[in-house]
């Protein structure tokens, strides 16, 4: 997606999928992570929690997932 910016292309197909698959791998991630921890892993004191906000904000902020999946099908459709 940022190559595509970069060539001055258009890369919002691009960047939907980005974004996407790395808001998914940040959850999956920390939520892995928070399991790991138990209890612990919920408690402000373990920075494994502010992980896992910061990861769901990204699912929600500047798109949600849900919108980044419309675009991407809308432009599969459209091809």
């Known amino acids: 997606a940022a190559w595509l910016k970069d060539q001055g292309e258009n890369y919002t197909l691009a960047g939907s999928m980005a ?14 992570a928070v399991q790991i921890h138990g209890g612990y892993g919920f408690v402000k004191e373990y920075h494994v929690e502010r992980l ?6 990204t699912q929600i902020y500047e798109g949600t997932s849900e919108v980044q999946r419309i675009v991407i099908s809308r432009s599969i459709l459209n091809k």
């Open 19 to 32: 974004k996407l698959f790395a808001s998914k791998v940040a959850m999956d991630v920390t939520v892995e």
């Open 52 to 57: 896992m906000r910061d990861a769901k904000i």
